[in-house]
């Protein structure tokens, strides 16, 4: 089976954020979307720790320790950025401002329930952020992911076993292997990774792919 | 590009349509729209629902929607003022439908309409007639009202200055209920007295331009 | 019987307002304590409308049309000053940040219900401002207002009868004839005006009022 | 007169109580009040509540309280992160109770503390772990929970600049919860990068003074 790198299905997702979104990121996967947007698409990203317009990383010996995105790392403005607080980052996400968030997630399900923010293992304190406020207020949510686990088994799900980041709210998942739109039938296939069919990716997949 | 610049106030308000929701910003004088206003009195769009902190005064603003009969129904705090003629002929004609909501309460419930808050507990208005016909409930030993969010169609926003992407500042308390509504509506079109070549300083940005949709320049004060 | 002045009445009311107090004026008399209030006293009035630090009228010919109190009056800023927005103004008011809040009112009642915003009058519409959240937040709200009616009828009452602006909010009343405050057991005299016994001033106010 | 300005950090932090709720502003290591931290942590005042964002990194901090005992309970949004080495000793240990809040509800609850509201609905947490035993509406088709508001006695606040009269603004995102958490404390005291001579400037004020209590000088950027 060919699967796509990393970098492959950021890129896949970026070409659709259309031009003039307000986007955020998640941290990990979703980040590396930012990079490989179109050209000529203006795109302002929001960071939910109070800046809306999120630039690049700063320049060697032009960082600004007070000036960092949600997963910690140092950025920089760009035309039209705007800083805000915590209660005016959260309007903007709860209220329904954004367009487009990109998540990572341990599962989906075909009902679009999203678990991105713990496992069954209790041992590790539970943590949250801000996922289940992004999921509930942003119109489109994208789920960015490896189709599999390491272990070969299932991320795709017909319902999550893994406690929920949000019911009913994933509009599209992009995988190493398939993009994959949420539908109230299920997943229904939009894009196979090159070289593959959707035999292959059915194999590797618990819920139902309608073609 | 992210440009949400138009030329003229006439453009600026050509998306209203009959029955909207429309919020207004503005207190006292300070902070109306005035220039967006005009523009709407002249396209003549009625049944118009206006949220604002007053109903107009003197013949300008809100009391031009008033007098050209295209307001069906005010939400505002405080509709009587010793200018609100026109506001005050169509109310007792009952040509008017009014609710009035206390000032606190208003900017709240704008603020849950912009802020995907469902509805909220106040104190306020709690033991009043205007709290009549209300869900209250008792917390703290203190009784609190129900209030609901308060979304709307169209606001109309006045800002000292704007960029292109949208992003607002505002001049002393012309600032007012200007910030929140225009989180509030499906629609935000700004006048402003200056509209930047350059981007904004982002430490002084008050409203993101995420909230805003449309901006055109008016430079009259009142 | 003597009546103190509605000067004298703000001049005595703003012996009563603290150095370094958060202050709500209302319109009308109450907005004349400002200015009798001693020296060596740094006060902050707010308006809601956005302003902290309330400062006098402009001089001729620096009025800022855009810089106006509640009652729609030119004002101007002092050091210390901020300005903000209406949900700012109110979290203010409602939180509990303010110390006093000065109002008018038609009528007072015993058990410190306060009715200032509408008459049993139907024919004008109804307008309620700020009056309801302020009475609400704030927790010392000073009523200043004339004793008795034009027609000689009272204000100092057992009960409203007025539609309430809030039940129970009332701290303190100064009126042109006696300062009474609210306690569990209803009115009590803190001080008369000069020349006045308590027997004169009971006679025209219909609550009982407590030595 | 007003004068919010005190000496000393460890002055600043001296009416801070055994079990005290205390807010700590700050998200990754921006807008972090290190340096009253720090002194909180040399009183060794203990049974905190510590609401903040995170809940430490490295030995810093909130990380310092929690390493010294101090801390009886921590509600945040993300506890868990790669240097939180001394949370998850004392979480594993039993030593420290956690309530986890999604981020947005955090800061509204907070809000809600600061602005007198009493509860709110949000759609946020709805049919999650999260929401368990929590009051649920359904409002327009969508499901909402119930949250209260977050009360604390003590607002430990970062900011860049300050005034005498407690006027504060921030530096690019070292904003984040600091203006919040400075309106929902009994008593909010403050590190400044700068504390000015001259009164700030009335539209650049982010935090009007009205919700500060005490205003120290800490220069040192993380």
């Given amino acids: 089976m060919n699967r796509l790198s990393d970098d492959d299905v950021a890129r896949r997702l970026a070409q659709d954020i259309p031009d003039r979104a307000y986007v955020n990121l998640g941290i990990g996967m979703p980040n590396k979307v930012a990079r490989f947007v179109p050209e000529g ?7 939910e720790n109070g800046l809306l317009g999120v630039g690049p990383a700063p320049a060697e010996g032009e960082a600004d320790p007070e000036l960092i995105d949600a997963s910690k790392k140092l950025v920089t403005t760009i035309p039209g950025s705007s800083f805000f607080d915590h209660t005016t980052s959260f309007s903007m996400m709860r209220g329904g401002h954004l367009d487009i968030a990109v998540l990572g997630a341990y599962q989906v399900a075909e009902n679009g329930d999203l678990a991105n923010w713990a ?3 209790e041992s590790h304190p539970p943590a949250v952020g801000g996922a289940m406020d992004l999921v509930v207020g942003v119109p489109r949510i994208y789920v960015i ?5 390491r272990d070969g088994s299932p991320k795709v799900l017909r319902r999550c076993t893994y406690p929920l980041t949000g019911p009913g709210v994933v509009s599209r998942v992009y995988t190493d292997l398939a993009v994959l739109d949420v539908t109230d039938n299920g997943f229904r296939l939009v894009d196979l990774a090159p070289g593959n069919t959707l035999e292959d990716v059915q194999a590797v997949t618990e819920a139902r792919i309608l073609s | 590009m992210i440009d949400k610049r138009v030329a003229s106030l006439t453009k600026a308000v050509a998306s209203i349509r009959p029955g909207d929701v429309v919020m207004i910003g503005g207190f006292g004088s300070a902070g109306i729209p005035y220039g967006l206003i005009d523009a709407l009195a002249q396209t003549g769009v009625g049944g118009l629902t206006v949220i604002s902190n007053n109903a107009g005064a003197g013949e300008e603003g ?6 050209c009969g295209q307001v069906a129904r005010v939400i505002c705090s ?3 003022t010793p200018g609100s003629i026109w506001f005050e002929r169509r109310y007792e004609a009952g040509e008017v439908e009014l609710e009035v909501v206390p000032q606190g309460t208003l900017a709240e419930r704008i603020r849950a309409a912009g802020s995907g808050i469902g509805g909220f507990f ?7 007639k205007l709290a009549e016909g209300k869900e209250t409930r008792i917390i703290d030993g203190h009784g609190y009202v129900f209030e609901k969010p308060l979304h709307a169609d169209i606001a109309l926003i006045r800002a000292e200055a704007a960029d292109r992407w949208g992003n607002l500042r505002y ?8 910030p929140v509504m225009a989180t509030a509506a499906r629609h935000t079109i700004v006048e402003a007295r200056m509209v930047l070549d350059e981007p904004m300083e982002p430490e002084g940005v008050v409203t993101p331009g995420i909230f805003v949709d449309a901006v055109t320049q008016y430079e009259v004060r009142p």
Avoid: C, K, W
């Fill in chain 1, 41 to 47: 698409r203006e795109v302002m990203y929001q960071t």
């Fill in chain 1, 119 to 121: 496992t069954l293992d």
């Fill in chain 1, 145 to 149: 992911m490896r189709h599999v686990n």
């Fill in chain 2, 62 to 67: 809100i009391s031009a929607l008033l007098r």
């Fill in chain 2, 78 to 80: 405080y509709p009587r």
């Fill in chain 2, 122 to 128: 106040t104190r306020t208005g709690y033991g009043t």
């Fill in chain 2, 171 to 178: 001049h002393a308390t012309a600032r007012n209920f200007n």
